[in-house]
T-cell receptor, first 117, second 113 residues
Framework: DADVTQTPRNRITKTGKRIMLECSQT?????MYWYRQDPGLGLRLIYY???????NKGEISDGYSVSRQAQAKFSLSLESAIPNQTALYFC????????????????FGPGTRLTVL | AQSVSQHNHHVILSEAASLELGCNYSYGGTVNLFWYVQYPGQHLQLLLKYFSGDPLVKGIKGFEAEFIKSKFSFNLRKPSVQWSDTAEYFCAVKISGTYKYIFGTGTRLKVLA
């Protein structure tokens, strides 16, 4: 979905390096999420944010941090990358303000393929 | 703990064959249900969703899914697949009133021309 963009699309880095993945959206959604996708494991939630001042850990937040710089921007950082953080990372958005409290449908960005050597 | 099970990890079909992908979830309360598709090299796209009402929902590209509450299932179907349906399919459950989206592990579908 072109309304959710992620940069970079691919990144190769070395163990111990700090990495930032960025996500921007033009959908005007209030909620944003970071997932990682691993083969055979599906998508697992790293962090989620319901608005700029509301950031929460997901099921696998260890080793990651996030920043919600604005409603439209949500960055994921790996402070000291390790090889088992090699994965495909997706940003997603959703809108809580639709009918009956929100549609709950998530819209995904194109993903960032991160390789940690 | 809540979970979503997709029983078929890999499915290979010939064009025009019928498709059914299973999805079961473990949660006794109110849920919203989704199927997403990920074409090779692309991001996840919404295929269809169920929130309430008619348990048979129709999505894009001829896909449909049926919510059977008593079986905690939301199986995806298509009467006649095409080569372009080759993709990975994810079932997802959103626990109503929470942030929690739970994704299944995905089913890789390969359609032979």
């Amino acid at each position: 979905d072109a309304d959710v963009t992620q940069t970079p699309r691919n990144r190769i880095t070395k163990t111990g390096k700090r990495i930032m993945l960025e996500c921007s959206q033009t959908k005007g959604h209030d909620r944003m999420y970071w997932y990682r996708q691993d083969p055979g494991l599906g998508l697992r939630l790293i962090y989620y944010s319901f608005d700029v001042k509301d950031i929460n850990k997901g099921e696998i937040s260890d080793g990651y941090s996030v920043s919600r710089q604005a409603q439209a921007k949500f960055s994921l950082s790996l402070e000291s990358a390790i090889p088992n953080q090699t994965a495909l990372y997706f940003c997603a958005t959703s809108d809580s303000r639709g009918l009956a409290g929100g549609t709950d449908t998530q819209y995904f960005g194109p993903g960032t393929r991160l390789t940690v050597l | 703990a809540q979970s979503v099970s997709q029983h078929n990890h890999h499915v290979i079909l010939s064009e025009a064959a019928s498709l059914e992908l299973g999805c079961n979830y473990s949660y006794g309360g109110t849920v919203n249900l989704f199927w997403y598709v990920q074409y090779p090299g692309q991001h996840l796209q919404l295929l269809l969703k169920y929130f309430s009402g008619d348990p048979l929902v129709k999505g894009i590209k001829g896909f449909e899914a049926e919510f059977i509450k008593s079986k905690f299932s939301f199986n995806l179907r298509k009467p006649s697949v095409q080569w372009s349906d080759t993709a990975e399919y994810f079932c997802a459950v959103k626990i109503s009133g929470t942030y929690k989206y739970i994704f299944g592990t995905g089913t890789r579908l390969k359609v032979l021309a």
